[in-house]
């Protein structure tokens, strides 16, 4: 359900690697730029929730999530490579 509001909002990274000459890279050297694009899909999706539970708990847990969500985008941005042309 994510993945394509994730897509979309790192389109604009993206894009802006394809016209530095390498998306990838530029996603790996932003790894924290692109984590921050990545949660703001999912605070987007907490703010639409009227669970307070679950937002409390995602509040409380954002912070922790980012460096690891950060280390992830080399590997995320390998696959998109492998499934995006450019």
């Known amino acids: 359900r994510l993945l394509p509001s994730v897509a979309s ?3 604009p990274l993206w894009n802006e690697g394809i ?17 921050e694009v990545i949660l703001s899909v999912t605070d987007a ?6 669970n307070k539970i ?5 509040k409380q847990v954002r912070k922790s999530v980012k460096p690891e969500i950060a280390a992830s985008i080399p ?4 696959i998109l490579s492998q499934h995006i042309k450019f």
Do not use: F, W
Request: hydrophobic share 25%; aromatic share 2%; charged share 30%.
């Open 9 to 11: 909002a790192l389109e």
């Open 19 to 35: 016209e530095k000459g390498n998306p990838v890279e530029h996603l790996n050297e932003n790894a924290d730029t692109t984590a």
């Open 45 to 50: 999706r907490i703010e639409q929730s009227t």
């Open 54 to 58: 679950i937002k409390t708990s995602y």
């Open 75 to 78: 590997g995320l941005s390998e």
